[in-house]
């Protein structure tokens, strides 16, 4: 299985990194030959992927950095470097290799401390002698500060070194930065590729996972969540009988806190599951003795432990907001879709009556300002609203 199998409805994206990958490959051989490089060359040292969530950015640029990591034989028989099977594929696929630094965070930032260590990473020469590959996989999350020490790290680059950047939109990225980088966009793979890859890749069966994917409008990793996992299934449901539940002040106040509680319960769930090891491995590195006592002087690391937890909370309580905001407005899509009779097929089809009753009683008017209602909250929450807030006023609008 070559790398770029994961990659699902983005051909144009793979042809042009394969393409790259493959003039990088020439690079190294030609260097370790002592030959003069070849001079026109597909292979250029800093990336940036764009594309909306679910698209695969992430994985785009994984199966680059593995490409660029390959040492399978075949290559020198004329086969295209990422073969996905051996040790320079597969370490960096799994994350063990020893060029590739993979960040990926949960914050809501990344900050000049961590740019500026990521940066000194990026000017080692690679042990493998190949290339030395950071994959930032949010740098729409890069403050400003960081942003322009990583400016300086992109502008100036050691030879062998690669940044390859991933963002939801160029927007989403510092100009200066951009215009570095070679642009590649993913688009939002279609729902059949996406219930393919479900039934080929992860064994779900054809109905459930055909039904995920539209679902999801093309979110491969929520369509996959959706697929096997029972809870994300409960949660979705409840967040699709909202519109049938906002009818007057009373039930709109309700629904608000209950979505707002669903969120902090799923918070405290990731909390549940990683702090208490967390705070346990760090007591153990710092030497804490029997009985929990921590040696003098480590309160600081503890603390700052406990601020990165607590920022991690308020994160995973936003993503989760964001997804039933989500599911919302895909709702209100598919109400808009029947009153304009549109022909696109509906996304949400196990809630077909909701859809037509409301589609029934109400004007495609109403509808485009409930959908400015669930966006509204949306920018709010962004602004650091106070969720309940922010969501009440939503379910307010919302109102019959
Ligand atoms: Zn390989």
């Not at 100009?175 to 219930?195: F, G, K, N």
Request: glycine share 6%; with cysteine; charged share 30%.
């Amino acid at each position: 299985m070559a790398v770029w199998d994961d990659l699902v409805g983005q051909s144009r994206v793979e042809e042009q990194l394969a393409a790259a990958a493959r003039d990088a490959d020439a690079l190294v051989t030609a260097h370790a030959a002592g030959e003069p490089e070849p001079e026109a060359s597909k292979m250029t040292h800093a990336w940036l992927f764009t594309g909306p969530p679910g698209s695969g950015r992430a994985t785009a640029a994984r199966a680059f950095a593995a490409a660029l990591q390959c040492v399978s034989p075949d290559r020198a028989l004329g086969g295209a470097p990422g073969c996905g099977f051996c040790d320079g594929c597969h370490t960096t696929l799994v994350g063990t290799h020893a060029d590739v630094e993979i960040v990926r965070t949960d914050l809501l930032s990344i900050g000049v401390k961590e740019t500026r260590d990521l940066v000194r990473r990026a000017q080692l020469s690679p042990a493998g002698g190949r290339w030395q590959v950071i994959v930032l996989e949010d740098a729409d999350r890069l403050t400003e500060g960081a942003g322009n020490v990583l400016l300086k790290a992109v502008e100036e680059p050691a030879p062998r070194t690669v940044w390859l950047l991933c963002a939801p939109s160029l927007e989403d990225v510092l100009p200066t930065i951009r215009s570095r980088c070679r642009h590649l966009t993913l688009r939002t793979p279609p729902v059949e590729a996406v219930a393919d890859v479900l039934v080929r890749r992860d064994g779900i069966e054809p109905e459930l996972a055909q039904a995920a994917a539209r679902a999801t409008q093309g979110h491969i990793d929520r369509a996959r969540r959706l697929a096997t996992d029972e809870r994300a299934r409960a949660r979705r449901s409840v967040v699709l009988k909202l519109p049938l539940r906002v009818d007057d002040i009373g039930g709109c106040l309700k629904a608000a806190q209950e979505l707002v509680d669903a969120a902090a319960e799923d918070a405290k769930q990731v909390a549940e599951e990683i702090d208490v090891k967390e705070t346990e491995e760090l007591k153990a590195a710092l030497g804490a003795a029997q009985g929990g006592r921590m040696p003098r002087g480590t309160a600081g690391a503890m603390k700052e432990l406990e601020e990165r937890q607590k920022r991690r909370r308020t994160r995973t309580q936003r993503d989760s907001l964001d997804l039933a905001l989500t599911d919302l407005t895909g709702f209100y899509r598919d109400v808009l879709a029947l009153q304009l009779r549109s022909r696109a097929a509906l996304a949400n089809t196990d809630v077909r009556d909701a859809i037509e009753r409301i589609a029934h009683d109400t004007t495609p008017e109403r509808t485009l300002r409930r959908i400015e209602a669930v966006l509204a909250c949306r920018k709010a929450l962004d602004r650091n609203v106070a969720p309940l807030l922010a969501v009440e006023a939503m379910t307010m609008a919302l109102r019959g």
